[in-house]
């Protein structure tokens, strides 16, 4: 037991130093180490890391500067009335914590990252900017196809790069290693719905947001252990009311926000914060063309998402499943103010919510969010009320 304790302890705090450090030491490490090595910077929320991890590069989420840095020169490119995001990735960029950063990829999720790219090959013509489109329509033979394409022209991008050719066994070994990883991660949100008191909020957060910047071995090796190592702890089960919140999967909420949930009394048991790394559901075949392989475990098994077309199936029914599938009583709907994917598709799922009658709130936030004790009295009043009278 104790050698349990002391290795949650150990893990979540090498986990905690990640998250804090926005000079991305662990990058300036990995390049030290592989001096002829690229570091890839990805955008929120999905990008293809196997394709980049085939090149030999390392590639690493940015989810902005949070409540750790003041955004000044961020705020010179960007209106007051979008997302904090993109001001804090520009902040970092202008202050010099990105010059370790090889090359950037800004996947297709709203307007406002499409302006982010352009301002980047303005801001910063050196280095590698490319913009990732995502298929509109999901039948294999038309979005697979196209989808496929968008991979071969990002890979040719990083051979030219690298200065050397990527393989597709090179593409398939790194399949397997982020395969692995996704099964991992599977197994830790599979406790978290299963045992939500053995796994805090802000521990599993921490630990898959580990995985924004550690060569996927490595953070696949922490999920494990932090897995095991939980799983024998004897942590007391409280009286919280179950929930999945939903609408932070791109501009991620504060820690503190995250910890506050738990304090006012809501286990929860699923969530769409991290989604970049559990953006495809299953394996991806290692057989075949391994782009092929890759676009089509995009179009097939890609999680619902705002920032993806829905157009196989109703919207808001994948969020009732995914709300029975983990137990949930109820859904909080936490969006980052001004972000119109996530609050363009909030009605739409709240009616969804309404048809099954499961109970929901819903407030906004913003990265740099400071002062908790509003959100923390609703998030308490919702859980008291899915105690005292929900089904």
Known sequence: MTDAKENV??????????????????????????????VIGCLPTYSPKEIIHAAGMLPVHLRGAGDQVEIIRGDAYFQSYICQLPRGIIELALSGRLASFDGFVFPAICDV???????????FPEKLARYLDIPQNFDAAVGGRFYARELRSILDDLERLSGAKVSDDDLRRSIAAYNH?????????????????????????LVLRAGDTLLVEDHTRMV???????????RPKRDHSRVVMSGAFCEQPPLGLIRTFERAGCYIVWDDMTISSRFIVGDVATEGDPLAALASAFVERAVESASVYACKRQKGSELCRTVRRSRAEGVIFAAPSFCDPALLDQPMLQAALDKEQIPWTAFKYAENLGQFQVIREQAGTFSDSIRLWGQ
Do not use: C
């Open 113 to 123: 990252i499409r302006n982010l790219s352009g301002i980047w090959q303005l801001l």
């Open 181 to 205: 990883n996704r099964t991992s991660i599977e197994a830790l949100m599979s406790l978290r719905a299963e045992r939500p008191w053995l796994v805090p909020a802000d521990e599993a957060y």
């Open 9 to 38: 302890e150990r893990i979540v705090a090498e986990a905690d130093a990640l998250y804090h450090d926005l000079d991305f030491g662990a990058v300036k490490r990995f390049k030290e180490a592989h001096p002829e090595a690229k």
């Open 224 to 234: 494990d252990e932090y897995v095991a190592a939980v799983l024998e702890l004897d």
